[in-house]
Nanobody, 124 residues
Framework: QVQLVESGGGLVQAAASLRLSCAAS????????MGWFRQAPGKEREFVAT????????YYADSVKGRFTISRDNAKNTVYLQMNSLKPEDTAVYYC?????????????????WGQGTQVTVSS
């Protein structure tokens, strides 16, 4: 069982940066692939980024590629999402997710555990 707690969200102006953190419980964090998803009001939850268990492999949605960076610190049981050059369309609740496998892709159903989410609001 893995519990995930996101933090770091907030209200920022366009072009600003934020770093989200996701702290995971459990001794097996380092064996899980981790992902970030987001859900804007009235829209479906969508994939943002994913990282392999080792941190070597990452993959991003086209909408955030070049602006967002996913990373992890297995010693701290934490995964991060560095968000730069934020746009109003990045406004959403951001969710951290864990998959009980070394690599997971873009599908929601590939992930086994979810955090409660953290709100990111970008004003123009």
């Amino acid at each position: 069982q893995v519990q995930l707690v996101e933090s770091g969200g907030g209200l920022v102006q366009a072009a600003a940066s934020l770093r989200l953190s996701c702290a995971a419980s459990g001794r097996t964090f380092s064996s899980y692939a981790m992902g970030w998803f987001r859900q804007a009001p009235g829209k479906e939850r969508e994939f943002v980024a994913t990282i392999s268990w080792s941190g070597v492999t990452t993959y991003y949605a086209d909408s955030v590629k070049g602006r967002f960076t996913i990373s992890r610190d297995n010693a701290k049981n934490t995964v991060y999402l560095q968000m730069n050059s934020l746009k109003p369309e990045d406004t959403a609740v951001y969710y951290c997710a864990a998959a009980a496998t070394h690599w997971a892709g873009t599908g929601l159903d590939e992930y086994d555990y979810w955090g409660q989410g953290t709100q990111v609001t970008v004003s123009s």
